[in-house]
């Protein structure tokens, strides 16, 4: 199979391009190359997708099928099915879990859950705020030009190697330094994510079956009592979780799932319940292959160790932010006020 991977460069579409490769495919990859390099034994084509012709170095080649990356323009993904579509044999379009609407609702499934409204043309293709919207905008373009022939593929949390958001790995990273770590909300709440390996197998895994659906890549949800236990016997540094109330952790200015000051991959329930409880059965049955989350553990871990465990991180709180909360949890109702939890 000649795969185009639109990208290739970083992480999940370099993963793709790695993974495409060492299966023995001909693999092309077209970037501008200055994010990265490719991996080993593809191609680089450089285009830039700022220009209204700029995928025409790859106008008239014919490929099995195309991956295209592109995270916020409908624009962007328009021009490349204008240009490239005709001659694709599959396509797979790398859309994501926040099309969604309801966040609220457990279990939801991909043919069935309630969608955004897809943003508008001439929506602000800068605005994060407008991320589902303009991401639902590119995938309704790819299915009504070449629905027959199109996997969406809507990732949650991608994490692992090359992950440059600082979520996942800061708890790798964290309970690897052992002792008492701050572990937010409920043992019973759930986490949901996919290892960027899981999420490339299964894209290419879809080009070569020319699968033909809409589907999210995550993990089935695990519990995080489940999950930070098996984490620190991954990482093998006996530390100890305390379990801090969310309403302890809003009340004290700890925000959820990412940004400085965040504990990442928390969000409070019920109103966010549904955001990493999908129902992924149909994925499973269509090919998602999730390794054990001790593998990806390692994978974070290894490159967390990598990019600098002391580093300034972009998520997560500083030992001393989580020392002082500690504290604040273990004196909770000694000044007058209320024990929660
Ligand atoms: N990270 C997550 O947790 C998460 C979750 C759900 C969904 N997603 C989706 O997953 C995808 C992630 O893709 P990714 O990991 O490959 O990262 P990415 O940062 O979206 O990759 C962008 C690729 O496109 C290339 N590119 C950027 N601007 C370009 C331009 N003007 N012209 C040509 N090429 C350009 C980049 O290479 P050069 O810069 O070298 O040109 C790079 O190879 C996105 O669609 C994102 O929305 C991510």
Redesign the pocket.
Known sequence: MHLLV??????????VAAEAVARGHRVT????????SVPDGAALVR????EPA?LDPLAGTAFDAVVD????SPT?VRRALAVLGARAGHWTY?????VYADHETPGQRADSAPLLDPAPDGADETDGEL?GRL?LAAENAVRETLGERAFIC??????GR??R?D?FGYWPARVSAGGRFLAPGSPENQVQYVD?RDCAAWIVTAAEQRLVATLDAVCPPVRWGEWLARLTAAVGSGAEPVWVPQEFLLEHGVAPWMGPGSLPLWLPVPEYAGFMTCDVGASLAAGLHIRPLEDTVAESLGWERELGLDRERRTGITRERESELLAAWAQRGTAGGTAAG
């Not at 639109?6 to 993963?15: C, D, E, K, Q, W």
């Not at 990356?69 to 916020?72: A, F, I, L, Y």
């Not at 790398?94 to 926040?98: I, L």
């Not at 809507?154 to 994490?159: A, H, T, Y």
């Open positions: 639109l990208g290739g460069t970083v992480f999940l579409s370099r993963a990859c077209a970037a501008r190359g200055i994010s990265g285009v830039d997708r700022d700029g990356v592109e995270s916020m962007r790398v859309s994501t879990c926040s991320y991401k809507r990732p949650g949390l991608i994490v090359g992950d958001s979520r960027v």
